[in-house]
């Protein structure tokens, strides 16, 4: 962006792109049932920008804190909180841990850590609250647009899109170590992928694919006797990235 470029130094670089993501969530914030499209795919190129500024500056990172209760809260809390939150000392509490979550994040942003003999900047930010949220308006758009409609086949088109993004946040988790995280983001990927059809991985549709190619073969081996009949292949569970994921969250 304009103001990214003007930017004097990495953190300050970096502050302005957290601060653009958030500005984008915000515009949408109790006005629209969802994110319009292209607000989405401007907010999905902002976020990916700061993955790659992450991954590019080892030694600038988010002040994101993996002790906070209600960090990256479930999305369907997101999308439900005011009902979920009738009860005004549950509010409180709520309120009262968010703040000092809040205290905690921003000293940690202040605060210049020794990593391997070399100086780690924090900046307020949370990139999970950012691929989280994309993940949630994603889905939101999927449960109100027509489904019947060209529109929403084109907004299904996105969702191979989300999956690489969330699968980049995942990866700078692994790189920097944050588990806690790395785990919520592995669970956004299990969420998005687990229903999806994959023929490679059925059994029945191997079977009828393997007769299919026998009868072909029996065919052609009337026309060329030295054809080889060759069976296709199925694709073992555990190479599944369902059973991969699944496997790294609940082992």
């Keep these: 962006s304009y103001l990214a470029s003007k930017a004097t130094d990495l953190p300050t ?28 795919k401007q907010c999905y190129t902002v976020v990916n920008e700061i993955i790659t500024f992450l991954n590019e500056n080892p030694t600038i990172r988010l002040a994101e804190d993996e002790g906070d209760d209600n960090f990256g809260e479930d999305e369907d809390e997101q999308e439900n909180q005011d009902d979920n939150e009738e009860d005004s ?7 009262r841990k968010k703040l000092e979550a809040e205290e905690r994040r921003k000293k940690l942003s202040s605060a ?9 900047q924090f900046v307020l930010g949370n990139l999970f ?7 949630v308006e994603f889905r939101k758009s999927l449960q109100n647009i027509d489904h019947h409609s060209e529109e929403y086949v084109d907004r299904l088109k996105d969702e191979s899109d989300l999956i690489k993004l969330i699968q980049r946040a995942r990866d700078y988790y692994i790189k920097t170590g944050k588990k806690g995280i790395e785990s919520r983001v592995a669970f956004l990927h299990l969420e998005l992928i687990y229903y999806h059809y994959k023929p490679e991985f059925d059994v029945q549709h191997a079977a009828a694919e393997q007769a299919k190619s ?10 060329d006797p030295k054809f080889k009949l060759s069976s296709p292949q199925l694709l073992k569970a555990d190479e599944s990235p369902v059973y ?6 609940y082992k």
């Design 112 to 120: 210049v850590v020794m990593e391997n003999g070399q100086e780690v």
């Design 89 to 95: 000392k549950k509010q409180e509490e709520e309120k």
């Design 13 to 40: 670089h970096l502050k302005i792109q957290t601060t653009l993501a958030a500005a984008i969530f915000d515009i949408t914030l109790n006005k629209a049932t969802f994110m319009p499209v292209n607000l989405w």
């Design 244 to 249: 991969k994921l699944a496997s790294f969250l």
């Design 129 to 135: 609250f950012f691929v989280q949220g994309m993940f």
């Design 214 to 223: 026998e009868q072909k073969c029996k065919e052609d081996a009337e026309v």
